[in-house]
């Protein structure tokens, strides 16, 4: 699976959007851009995927650029709740490889 | 969503000891599933494949004598741990495919500490 690179740390005032970027340079064209996030102490939770197209589920959206080697998860209107680890995957197989993610603190 | 549970959520024991812990998807069937392991202020690191029917896939470096995984029924993996050491303490995590294999679901965790 292709390596990815995420910021180690953002920080976000609550209601506002929490961009996290994620980039990807090494992808190749079958494997999927995945999110994740793991609140502390906690399994990971799923979050969104996506091929190549924008994605948009009731909890973020996924924009992927056309050369597919960055992502951007977007949290609309970012909540106390919020503040995790988020890991963006590159996933072509099976299982999963985490990195070490980005941890966002929402501020109030 | 699919539910994944862990038994026990946490669990103190004796150097020495063997600890089993339990992996069950309550509301699918999994007859793959996948137990990682995660060290405090560091991320989750796959351990192995768990394989209904067949024997465990051990990633490299993870001792298979000393984690043994057994894949009972499509609803049900254990990990277990055998003679556990204080380093083997840590936060065990198991995950399971859910039915349209895109996504994975996650357990809430067993928290290993081994005096």
């Known amino acids: 699976d292709a390596k990815t690179t995420q910021p180690p740390s953002m920080d976000c005032a609550e209601g506002r959007a929490a961009n996290l970027p994620c980039n990807h340079s090494?992808?190749?064209?079958?494997?999927?851009v995945y999110w994740y996030r793991q609140i502390h102490s906690q399994g990971p939770q799923y979050i969104i995927h996506?091929?190549?197209n924008n994605e948009t589920n009731e909890m973020a959206s996924l924009i992927i650029t056309e050369d597919r080697k960055s992502s951007t998860l977007i949290l609309p209107h970012a909540t106390l709740r919020d503040t995790a680890v988020y890991y963006c995957?590159?996933?072509?197989?099976?299982?999963?490889?985490f990195g070490k993610g980005t941890s966002l603190l929402v501020t109030p | 969503g699919a539910v994944v549970s862990q038994h026990p959520s946490w669990v103190i024991c004796k150097s020495g000891t063997s600890v089993k812990i339990e992996c069950r998807s309550l509301?699918?069937?999994?007859?793959?599933m996948f137990w990682y392991r995660q060290f405090p202020k560091q991320s989750l690191m796959l351990m192995a494949t768990?394989?209904?029917?067949?024997?465990?896939?051990?990633e490299q470096g993870v001792e298979k004598d000393k984690f043994l995984i057994n894949h009972a029924s499509l609803t049900l993996s254990t990990l277990t741990v055998t003679s556990a050491h204080p380093e083997d303490s840590s936060f065990y995590i198991c995950?399971?495919?859910?039915?349209?294999?895109?996504?994975?679901?996650f357990g809430p965790g067993t928290r290993l500490l081994v005096l």
């Open positions: 995950s399971a495919p859910g039915q349209t294999q895109e996504t994975q679901y």
């Open positions: 768990s394989n209904e029917g067949s024997k465990a896939t051990y």
């Open positions: 509301d699918f069937q999994a007859t793959t």
């Open positions: 995957i590159v996933r072509g197989g099976y299982a999963l490889n």
């Open positions: 996506g091929l190549k």
């Open positions: 090494t992808i190749s064209g079958n494997e999927y």
